[in-house]
């Protein structure tokens, strides 16, 4: 399941995974806040 989050030291989203670090995979800053996409919403409907 994908989450993105916003680094706020890089200025960029990024994508985790569940069980990631919540980290930025750039720059290596903590991820403060992270939100499932809609991506992973639409295939939960799917299903």
Not at 9 to 24: K, M, N
Request: net charge negative.
């Amino acid at each position: 399941m994908a989450f993105t989050a916003f680094c706020t030291t890089c200025q960029r989203t990024v994508y985790i995974e569940l069980h990631d670090t919540p980290v930025c995979p750039v720059c290596s800053s903590p991820l403060l806040e992270t939100i499932k996409t809609d991506e992973e919403d639409e295939k939960q409907t799917l299903s």
